[in-house]
Protein backbone atom coordinates (compact mmCIF):
# COMPACT_ATOMS: atom_id res chain seq x y z
CA UNK A 1 0.00 0.00 0.00
CA UNK A 2 1.20 2.83 -0.60
CA UNK A 3 0.57 6.12 1.35
CA UNK A 4 0.39 10.05 1.25
CA UNK A 5 0.77 12.78 3.69
CA UNK A 6 -2.43 14.28 4.33
CA UNK A 7 -1.92 18.31 3.69
CA UNK A 8 0.42 19.69 6.53
CA UNK A 9 -1.32 17.51 9.54
CA UNK A 10 1.15 14.86 9.68
CA UNK A 11 -1.16 11.93 8.82
CA UNK A 12 -0.05 9.24 6.34
CA UNK A 13 -3.10 8.02 5.02
CA UNK A 14 -3.54 4.77 2.36
CA UNK A 15 -4.58 5.74 -1.13
CA UNK A 16 -7.13 3.20 -0.56
CA UNK A 17 -9.92 3.96 1.57
CA UNK A 18 -12.57 2.11 2.76
CA UNK A 19 -15.64 3.56 2.75
CA UNK A 20 -18.70 2.62 4.89
CA UNK A 21 -20.93 4.17 3.13
CA UNK A 22 -24.99 3.32 2.65
CA UNK A 23 -23.95 2.22 -1.58
CA UNK A 24 -22.43 -0.89 -0.63
CA UNK A 25 -24.19 -0.93 2.72
CA UNK A 26 -22.11 -3.32 4.20
CA UNK A 27 -21.34 -1.41 7.14
CA UNK A 28 -24.93 -0.52 7.54
CA UNK A 29 -26.79 -3.73 6.77
CA UNK A 30 -24.01 -6.56 6.82
CA UNK A 31 -23.26 -9.29 9.40
CA UNK A 32 -20.83 -8.63 12.51
CA UNK A 33 -18.42 -11.19 11.38
CA UNK A 34 -18.81 -9.78 8.08
CA UNK A 35 -18.18 -6.32 8.97
CA UNK A 36 -14.87 -7.65 10.99
CA UNK A 37 -13.25 -9.67 8.55
CA UNK A 38 -14.31 -6.80 5.66
CA UNK A 39 -12.01 -4.17 8.10
CA UNK A 40 -9.39 -6.64 9.11
CA UNK A 41 -8.56 -7.62 5.87
CA UNK A 42 -8.52 -4.47 4.96
CA UNK A 43 -6.10 -3.33 7.80
CA UNK A 44 -3.87 -6.38 6.30
CA UNK A 45 -3.91 -4.77 3.65
CA UNK A 46 -2.88 -1.65 4.85
CA UNK A 47 -5.70 0.22 4.85
CA UNK A 48 -5.53 2.61 7.29
CA UNK A 49 -8.42 5.55 5.95
CA UNK A 50 -12.11 4.65 7.12
CA UNK A 51 -15.02 7.12 5.76
CA UNK A 52 -18.14 7.15 7.95
CA UNK A 53 -21.07 9.86 7.84
CA UNK A 54 -24.38 10.24 9.80
CA UNK A 55 -26.41 9.80 6.92
CA UNK A 56 -24.73 6.33 6.38
CA UNK A 57 -27.64 4.22 7.56
CA UNK A 58 -29.14 7.29 10.03
CA UNK A 59 -25.90 6.45 12.31
CA UNK A 60 -25.61 3.02 11.94
CA UNK A 61 -22.68 2.75 10.07
CA UNK A 62 -20.80 4.61 12.67
CA UNK A 63 -21.80 2.97 15.09
CA UNK A 64 -20.68 -0.36 13.29
CA UNK A 65 -17.23 0.95 12.51
CA UNK A 66 -16.70 2.30 15.87
CA UNK A 67 -17.46 -1.30 17.45
CA UNK A 68 -15.62 -3.76 14.91
CA UNK A 69 -12.34 -0.89 14.99
CA UNK A 70 -12.69 -1.70 18.94
CA UNK A 71 -13.13 -5.31 18.67
CA UNK A 72 -9.61 -5.26 16.52
CA UNK A 73 -8.23 -2.68 17.88
CA UNK A 74 -7.52 -1.13 15.46
CA UNK A 75 -5.39 2.88 15.66
CA UNK A 76 -7.17 4.15 11.94
CA UNK A 77 -7.39 7.76 10.47
CA UNK A 78 -10.64 7.99 10.70
CA UNK A 79 -13.52 10.05 8.64
CA UNK A 80 -16.91 11.23 9.30
CA UNK A 81 -19.53 13.70 7.87
CA UNK A 82 -21.93 15.77 9.32
CA UNK A 83 -25.27 17.00 8.03
CA UNK A 84 -26.30 20.39 9.52
CA UNK A 85 -29.62 21.84 8.90
CA UNK A 86 -29.84 24.59 6.88
CA UNK A 87 -32.14 25.62 9.56
CA UNK A 88 -29.73 25.75 12.01
CA UNK A 89 -28.94 28.59 14.21
CA UNK A 90 -25.64 28.38 13.65
CA UNK A 91 -23.12 25.87 11.48
CA UNK A 92 -20.66 25.63 14.00
CA UNK A 93 -22.89 25.06 16.76
CA UNK A 94 -25.15 22.22 14.62
CA UNK A 95 -21.45 20.48 13.87
CA UNK A 96 -20.31 20.88 17.25
CA UNK A 97 -23.64 19.07 17.78
CA UNK A 98 -23.47 16.40 15.27
CA UNK A 99 -19.95 15.83 15.92
CA UNK A 100 -20.67 14.71 19.67
CA UNK A 101 -23.05 12.51 18.11
CA UNK A 102 -21.34 11.24 15.97
CA UNK A 103 -18.30 10.31 18.46
CA UNK A 104 -20.89 8.85 20.76
CA UNK A 105 -21.47 6.49 18.49
CA UNK A 106 -18.42 5.87 17.21
CA UNK A 107 -17.40 5.32 20.92
CA UNK A 108 -14.02 7.79 20.58
CA UNK A 109 -13.05 10.78 21.76
CA UNK A 110 -11.29 12.67 18.45
CA UNK A 111 -12.18 12.16 14.71
CA UNK A 112 -9.25 12.90 12.44
CA UNK A 113 -11.52 14.45 9.68
CA UNK A 114 -14.61 16.29 9.34
CA UNK A 115 -16.75 17.15 6.50
CA UNK A 116 -19.95 18.96 5.89
CA UNK A 117 -21.95 16.55 3.69
CA UNK A 118 -24.35 17.68 1.44
CA UNK A 119 -25.25 20.85 3.16
CA UNK A 120 -28.10 22.50 1.18
CA UNK A 121 -28.27 26.04 1.92
CA UNK A 122 -30.81 28.99 1.24
CA UNK A 123 -31.25 32.68 2.00
CA UNK A 124 -32.61 33.59 5.21
CA UNK A 125 -36.06 34.10 5.57
CA UNK A 126 -36.91 31.57 2.42
CA UNK A 127 -38.19 28.33 3.32
CA UNK A 128 -35.52 25.72 2.23
CA UNK A 129 -35.32 22.45 0.54
CA UNK A 130 -34.81 20.19 3.41
CA UNK A 131 -32.25 16.89 3.30
Known sequence: MRYRA?????????????????????????????????????LELGINLFDTATAYGDGVSETNLGRVLRELSAEVVLSTKVRPSPDAPSLKAATVTAVEASLRRLGRSYVDLIQIHNRIAHSPGTPGPRP
Not at 19 to 34: A, D, F, I, N, T
Not at 36 to 41: E, F
Request: with cysteine; glycine share 22%.
Open 6 to 42: YGNTGLAVSEIGFGCGSVGGLMVRGSPKEQVAAVARA
